[in-house]
């Protein structure tokens, strides 16, 4: 069984800094991609950034130049860092890993918990 756990949530000031980690652990043959999503209250859960393995990151426009997504494959773990936060950052952020627990395929979909993050003004 696999379980992603996340880290490093809070409130802040806008303007300020946060990183928030996501472990993956269990039965992990081989972790195709990593990344980060959020929601905020009355809002469909959109893409904050992603990291495939081998493959180039990508970003939400509104986050383009603010956060930077990083993974340690070493061990299993990937990185928002947040930077210049804004109050439209305020969410609920989850860690998404893709992941092939025992051979190269199947591949499946993890969620972590989620986090919340509130920026004040």
């Known amino acids: 069984q696999v379980q992603l756990v996340e880290s490093g949530g809070g409130l802040v000031q806008a303007g300020g800094s946060l990183r928030l980690s996501c472990a993956a652990s269990?039965?992990?043959?081989?972790?195709?991609?990593m990344g980060w999503y959020r929601q905020a209250p009355g809002k469909q859960r959109e893409l904050v950034a992603a990291l495939p393995s081998g493959g180039s990151t990508k970003y939400a426009d509104s986050v383009k130049g603010r956060f930077v997504i990083s993974r340690d494959n070493a061990k299993n773990t990937v990185y928002l860092q947040m930077n210049s936060l804004k109050p439209e950052d305020t969410a609920d952020y989850y860690c998404n890993a893709r992941i092939a627990p025992h051979k190269p395929l199947p591949v499946f979909d993890y969620w972590g918990q989620g986090t919340q993050i509130t920026v004040s003004s």
């Open positions: 269990g039965r992990i043959f081989s972790i195709n991609a």
